[in-house]
Nanobody, 114 residues
Framework: QVQLVESGGGLVQPGGSLRLSCVVSRSMFRIYALAWYRQAPGKQRELVATITSSGGTNYADSVKGRFTISRDNAKNTVYLQMNSLKPEDTAVYSC????????WGKGTLVTVSS
């Protein structure tokens, strides 16, 4: 049974930064490729960033150069550092396995607004 607990969201002004965290209660955490997804109001969930078991990363074009995904295998935690935030980044952010096949957690809401 996998549990995903996201945190770190909040209200931030355009141009600001946030760091999201996701604790994954899953044995052998280190072998899984992981991802951050987001779902904006009225839109479908989209893939934001992925990280492989060896630390290779990939990003959606919309966040490339602004967001950084990382992981700490000792803490079973995956992070998303978000810089230069824009109003269009407003969404509920969730972590999951790279293919989205684990049960979803509650996510954490990020609101970018002045």
């Amino acid at each position: 049974q996998v549990q995903l607990v996201e945190s770190g969201g909040g209200l931030v002004q355009p141009g600001g930064s946030l760091r999201l965290s996701c604790v994954v209660s899953r044995s052998m955490f280190r072998i899984y490729a992981l991802a951050w997804y987001r779902q904006a109001p009225g839109k479908q969930r989209e893939l934001v960033a992925t990280i492989t078991s060896s630390g290779g990363t990939n990003y959606a074009d919309s966040v490339k150069g602004r967001f950084t995904i990382s992981r700490d295998n000792a803490k079973n935690t995956v992070y998303l550092q978000m810089n230069s935030l824009k109003p269009e980044d407003t969404a509920v952010y969730s972590c999951n396995r790279h293919d989205g096949m684990w049960p979803w957690g509650k996510g954490t809401l990020v609101t970018v607004s002045s």
